[in-house]
């Protein structure tokens, strides 16, 4: 096993399978493919609609997969790109570590603290009865909130750092929304590379 991945926290979260892997990636590594994806994606812009109201969504998105397969959420419904070398590189290096074989991969750009992704759960159907969730992140630190579903006291926040992993799997999902909140923060870009298995 990768020595980095003993370095883990597994959150003290009920209904959820959390584990934060700090290191996941070296820093040189990390370094590497923050500088390749933000240069190369074909980042897009969709607009959602909440409560009537249609707007650009607040950060830039591409999503990329082994097939032709389109991921739907929100209203807003992506068609692939073929994976990069890169993103095989990060998706056969999970596959080593976890024996996950994942189809797709959705990618963030958050610009700055204006950019955020309100609260949800990536809980379509496309995505099966309980899916797994590989979440690295590259550059600009950011927090990331959790609140249950039902127990409307149960909050949790994390600082997900460069390099870092976040595995979400089990009934995450179902029981658990997530976010990543605005700040009015000066702060720097930050990428989020989730790999997600499309049925």
């Known amino acids: 096993m990768n020595p980095f991945l ?6 003290p979260l009920p209904d959820s399978e959390i584990i934060y892997y700090p290191n996941f990636l070296k820093t040189s590594e990390a370094d590497h493919y923050l500088k390749i994806i ?7 812009q969709d607009r959602i609609t909440v ?5 650009p969504q607040p950060r830039l998105t591409a999503l990329f997969g082994d ?3 389109p991921y739907s959420y929100s209203n807003i419904t992506m ?10 590189e990060l998706r056969n290096k ?26 949800h759960a990536d809980d379509e159907r496309a995505l099966g009865r309980n ?7 590259l550059g600009q630190v950011r927090y990331f909130h959790l609140k249950h579903k039902l127990k409307k006291d149960l909050k949790f926040k994390l600082l997900l750092e460069h ?23 000066n702060i720097q870009e930050r990428i989020n590379i989730t790999f997600r298995v499309i049925k």
Not at 6 to 11: G, H, M, Q, S
Not at 175 to 184: A, L, R
């Open 67 to 69: 097939n032709s397969k």
């Open 131 to 137: 899916p797994v969730i590989a979440s690295i992140s």
């Open 163 to 185: 390099e870092s992993l976040l595995l979400m799997k089990g009934e995450t999902q179902h029981c658990w929304y997530h976010q990543i909140p605005k700040t009015s923060k």
């Open 79 to 88: 068609h692939p790109h073929l994976f990069t070398a890169e993103l095989l």
């Open 51 to 55: 409560f009537g109201k249609t707007h």
């Open 6 to 11: 003993t370095n883990k926290i597994e959150l």
């Open 94 to 119: 999970l596959k080593t570590e976890f024996g996950i074989h994942f189809t797709s991969s959705l990618i963030n750009l958050y610009r700055n603290g204006k950019d955020s992704n309100g609260w």
């Open 38 to 44: 933000r240069e190369t994606t074909p980042w897009q």
